[in-house]
């Protein structure tokens, strides 16, 4: 849309993160592929491992299998290499929701402990507090029994 191609795959992406933390699988993948298209047509290599991460999350929230979460550690290693800490907190993130729809509870903490970690080093309060509230969830008594959509 006359963006320059950069903004226009990160607003893209955007849209689709949005649209996956409201439970809206379709739409979230639909939007984070175009993203992944504009980025890989330009060489935009830091975005094209986290739209893949992404496409990988929402593989496993809509199969409710480890199929996505090879693609994801994988991903993560990427990024922690590159030392792009803002893809690491938003792909470990990712991690625990995937590992919070697996049921694997322990999993799902561990990772918000590194997001809550990488996040507080970097300063950015947001994300500790949604991981605070993810934790709290997991650690209450019927927290197993709230997955994310």
Known sequence: HDLDPYISAVCTHNIGDVLLREGKLDEAEARIAESLRIAEAHGFDKMQHLDRAFLACIDVLRTRT???VAQMLESIRYAEKKQWVWDQIQEKQLLAFAYRKLGRSQDAAAQLE???????????????????????????????RRAPP
């Open 114 to 144: 590194e997001v809550m970690a990488l996040a507080r080093a970097s300063g950015n309060s947001v994300y500790v507090r949604e991981c605070q509230v993810m934790l709290d969830e997991l650690r209450s008594p019927d927290g197993d």
């Open 66 to 68: 480890e199929s996505g």
